[in-house]
């Protein structure tokens, strides 16, 4: 099914899915072994999902919910963490309009009350959030783009045939990719 836009499935939805087609094939009675060599799975994990099975019906095989600490913000917390990240930096009172782990575990405190670390922060970005990693493009604020590319339109080829002598070395320095025919130290006459 080339065209269909579900996700692809996790491993632990995988394992359950495995764990389904186990139970209705245990409904229709088929062997452990035969069972098991249809799903991928060993003759020992058969015989234990049969077991837990027998015990507790098909529920007792479903995947469970991870167990540990349970979230410090639960659902409606983290929408309103992400609507307050979402107007920027500098609508929470920072100069630059830049989201650090800092700034973040500043906000988050702000709006839910609720104090995080810079692991439990990047956690919840990353995780709980879908963010990335974006680094700012160094750039200098003064930087005028409109101006960079009438100088180089104009004043970089009056400098270049103004002087055919210019060291080729400062040319290759430079970074920019302009070619002259016949640079003076690579000549093919000499």
């Known amino acids: 099914m080339s065209g269909s836009s579900l996700p692809p499935l996790s491993r632990p939805q995988l394992a359950e899915a495995r764990r389904v087609r186990a139970v209705e094939s245990f409904e229709e009675g088929g062997s452990n ?54 107007q920027g930096a500098q609508a929470h009172g920072f100069e630059a309009d830049l989201w650090t782990l800092e700034r973040v575990g500043l906000a988050v405190e702000r709006v839910t009350g609720v104090s995080l670390s810079r692991a439990t922060v990047w956690r919840l970005l990353t995780g709980r959030l879908g963010w990335s990693l974006q680094r700012p493009e160094r750039r200098a604020v003064e930087r005028d783009e409109s101006e960079i590319a009438r100088w180089i339109a104009h004043e970089w080829p009056r400098i270049i045939n ?21 640079p003076p130290n690579l000549r093919k006459d000499q």
Do not use: Y
């Not at 015990?55 to 995947?63: F, H, I, N």
């Open 33 to 86: 072994v035969e069972i098991a060599r249809v799903v991928g799975v060993c003759a020992e994990s058969m015989r234990r999902w049969r077991r837990v099975w027998e015990e507790g019906g098909a529920p007792a095989l479903r995947r469970r919910s991870a167990t540990g600490r349970p979230p410090k913000l639960d659902g409606p917390q983290v929408e309103k963490v992400r609507a307050a990240l979402e």
């Open 162 to 182: 103004h002087n055919q002598q210019l060291p080729w070395s400062f040319l290759a320095h430079t970074g920019l990719t302009i070619h002259p025919p016949n």
